[in-house]
């Protein structure tokens, strides 16, 4: 499993983002896969989720309403747009996969960091 | 929203000890929505076991899993240096689909 995100920097609170995670050696339609965040320090937090086939999408209440989770299937590519950017948003976001045994499970990528500051 | 309470916090152990890490849930959980992950500094985390008691690829045989309910367990039967690590357990939600993790245990050399 081959997942590599990208897009990550410094950003102004109120700024916008978009995170990308390039998939290789498995079709990103097939699966379910989210956005897992992890603040400096801290533990991990669920961030996002798109289902298979029609692509029905789910957010933390966190960044319910500010953060949209998308696939590209013709570049087997996931995205994360991220907006209205707060200080609490900096972490390193990952990219995960479901395993193929079961959703309920996840390979990661290797994240990208992301800082919220002014 | 179920919650996930990971004990104890630290664990300081000895390379070739046992390893006993526990994973509390605020409210049933099925046992094929529990997993537990290993996540050294500066990495990703890495799946160890799915569905409480199933390893993941490549996972050496001392790690095992068992549990149901709302308590399950993550063991580590001898410890090797490369154990040496922070262990979060996670549940999956179906309805609406979430992923909660706990807060992890570190577990350090002594």
């Known amino acids: 499993v081959q997942l590599l995100e990208s897009g990550g920097g410094l950003v102004q609170p109120g700024g916008s983002l978009r995170l990308s995670c390039a998939a290789s050696e498995f079709t990103i339609s097939n699966y379910a896969m989210s956005w897992v965040r992890q603040a400096p320090g801290k533990g991990l937090e669920w961030v996002s989720v798109?289902?298979?086939?029609?692509?029905?999408?789910y957010y933390a209440d966190s960044v319910k309403g500010r953060f949209i989770i998308s696939r590209d299937n013709s570049k087997n590519t996931l995205y994360l747009q991220m907006n209205s950017l707060r200080a609490e948003d900096t972490a390193v976001y990952y990219c995960?996969?479901?395993?193929?045994?079961?959703?309920?499970?996840?390979?990661w990528g290797q994240g990208t960091l992301v800082i919220v500051s002014s | 929203e179920i919650v996930l309470t990971q004990s104890p916090g630290t664990l300081s152990l000895s390379p070739g000890e046992r390893a006993t890490l526990s994973c509390r849930a605020s409210?049933?959980?099925?046992?094929?929505?529990l997993a537990w992950y290993q996540q050294k500094p500066g990495q990703a985390p890495r799946l160890l076991i799915y569905?409480?008691?199933s390893r993941a690829t490549g996972i050496p045989d001392r790690f095992s899993g068992s549990g149901s309910g709302t308590d399950f367990t993550l063991t580590i039967s001898r410890l090797e240096p490369e154990d040496f690590a922070v262990y979060y357990c996670q549940q999956y939600g179906s309805s609406p689909p979430v992923y909660t993790f706990g807060q992890g245990t570190k577990l350090e050399i002594k």
């Open positions: 569905g409480a008691s």
């Open positions: 409210q049933s959980v099925s046992s094929s929505y």
């Open positions: 995960a996969k479901a395993t193929k045994a079961t959703i309920a499970a996840l390979y």
């Open positions: 798109i289902s298979t086939g029609g692509g029905d999408t």
